[in-house]
């Protein structure tokens, strides 16, 4: 695990990047809880960053040495930490991963599956506020649906803050973003 001193590192100002929504094919994912969702899915982390607090709680040591072993892991000051993190009372934890798959084809994968009864696929028109969206996203999964489709204009399903409101969901759920309603 490295040391990271600056605030103008190079991988500190990735993260403030993909926080944006740039490089496209990044996500930034914060907190324990989302963390332990993402290592639960098939999302593939690629780097990781603790602060010093979150790295002196016996309790995160779990997590941490799971995330650790199978990323590019970096540590800071807690001040450090706070000049990237996207949350106001951060728990100390980032990852950045790949921005999971989103095709009409994922939602066809798993309609091909039902065996029985109707199979519901959400569609979501001009969404704007990614807390919402990351709230129909739990609220998805936990009724057993299908898919869900999120018509062009919408709110980024990956965005920081959609990631903390779905808690995971939209790592799991299949979806497609960007069609229109047509």
């Not at 072993?69 to 970096?74: F, G, L, P, R, V």
């Not at 990351?134 to 204009?153: L, S, W």
Request: glycine residues 6%; contains cysteine; proline residues 5%.
């Amino acid at each position: 695990m490295q040391k990271i001193t600056s605030k103008a590192n190079q991988n500190l100002k990735l993260v403030k990047s993909v926080r944006r929504g740039k490089p496209e094919k990044l996500i930034l994912i914060e907190g324990v809880r989302l963390a332990e969702e993402a290592l639960r899915s098939d999302l593939r982390i690629k780097k990781s960053f603790f602060s010093e607090r979150f790295l002196k709680k016996e309790k995160n040591r779990p997590v941490f040495e799971k995330i650790s072993a199978i990323t590019e892991a970096y540590f800071t000051s807690d001040d450090v930490f706070e000049s990237f993190s996207d949350t106001k009372n951060s728990q100390g934890i980032i990852l950045i991963g790949d921005r999971p798959k989103t095709s009409k084809e994922s939602i066809e994968r798993a309609l091909v599956k039902v065996k029985s009864g109707r199979p519901i696929v959400l569609c979501l028109h001009h969404i704007g506020n990614p807390s919402n969206l990351g709230a129909i996203f739990r609220v998805a999964e936990a009724a057993d649906i299908y898919g869900v489709v999120i018509t062009k204009k919408s709110t980024d399903p990956f965005s920081p803050k959609a990631n903390r409101a779905a808690m995971g969901s939209n790592f799991r759920l299949p979806i497609w973003s960007g069609p229109g309603l047509e």
